[in-house]
């Protein structure tokens, strides 16, 4: 099983490290074949990401503030003048004040709640809206969620709702990109040290958690992540669209604490 993103160019936006979900997908993409460009956010980023970027063989780096839609034209702007066409879109990205992510969903803030479903949630709308003219023969379009737009994670807080309208949001996009063979979906990954989750308070007791309650009793890596993610934006996925899929040992079937898990 080799190649089966050959002949294929997408932008991969939410790259920050190698720690990054971002990384886990664009790794098993590059092993299969697949053209990269790789969108990131300010200088100090920019640092961290151009050695990412040409370790998969990519020297295509695109600043871009997704909450700015001058930048996001420009971004798309960028692509078609390089490239002409777009076959995939990975969109790995979120935000929310950690200052929220902590205590309870009640406090949330006006100002905070906006900038959170802007980054969090309608940057996929928008990203999706520019990238579909250049998805002339088709396309696939990936997002990352989490399981706390389904069910309350304390602390998780406005992030769940934001969560949720982006899952949300895959649906509708799916249904009104579908008619033009581009696909829509989404991984809801189970917690994984990053940078963003690293803002989440508890994040050490939510890894332990899961790992000690679901189904095959670890948790997962961002391999795991870009196996799936392989499959949402190559041909293998063709017929899916509209998908909320769960990489995350199972754990969204558990109904209650394990048997056999220990008090942490
Ligand atoms: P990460 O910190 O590696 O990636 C988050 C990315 O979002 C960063 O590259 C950051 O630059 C980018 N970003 C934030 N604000 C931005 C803005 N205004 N414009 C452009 N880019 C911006 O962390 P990650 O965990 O890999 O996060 C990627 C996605 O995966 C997020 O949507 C996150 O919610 C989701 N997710 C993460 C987990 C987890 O446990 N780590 C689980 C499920 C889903």
């Known amino acids: ?62 600043d871009c503030d997704v909450s700015d839609m001058a930048a996001l034209d420009a971004a798309f702007a960028q692509i078609e003048a390089r490239w002409g066409k777009l076959d995939f879109l990975v969109h790995a990205i979120g935000f929310s004040d950690k200052n929220e992510l902590r205590g309870k969903y009640v406090d949330t803030s006006l100002e905070n709640f906006l900038m959170t479903m802007n980054i969090s949630a309608y940057s996929l709308v928008a990203a999706a809206k520019r990238a579909r003219p250049l998805m002339q023969d088709g396309g696939s379009i990936l997002t990352l969620t989490y399981y706390g737009a389904e069910k309350v994670v304390p602390h998780y807080n406005v992030m769940g709702v934001a969560k949720a309208a982006l899952e949300t949001s895959v649906k509708y996009l799916a249904n009104d990109l579908g008619p033009e063979n581009i696909r829509v979906n989404a991984i809801s990954a189970g917690p994984i040290k990053t940078l963003a989750a690293s803002g989440i308070g508890d994040l050490r007791y939510i890894l332990k958690w899961n790992e000690l309650n679901s189904p095959m009793r670890r948790n997962v890596t961002i391999e795991d992540v870009g196996g799936s993610g392989l499959y949402f934006l190559s041909d293998l996925a063709s017929g899916v669209t509209g998908e909320v899929h769960h990489v995350d040992a199972g754990y969204h079937v558990v109904g209650m604490k394990q048997e056999d898990a220990p008090d942490i």
């Open 1 to 62: 099983m080799s190649g089966l993103m050959a002949g294929k160019r997408g932008l991969i936006m939410g790259l920050a490290n190698d720690k990054s979900l971002a990384w886990g997908i664009a790794r098993k993409l590059h092993e299969h074949g697949a053209e990269m460009a790789f969108s990131y956010q300010g200088d100090a980023l920019k640092k961290r990401v151009g050695p990412l970027a040409e370790q998969v063989g990519s020297d295509f780096l695109i």
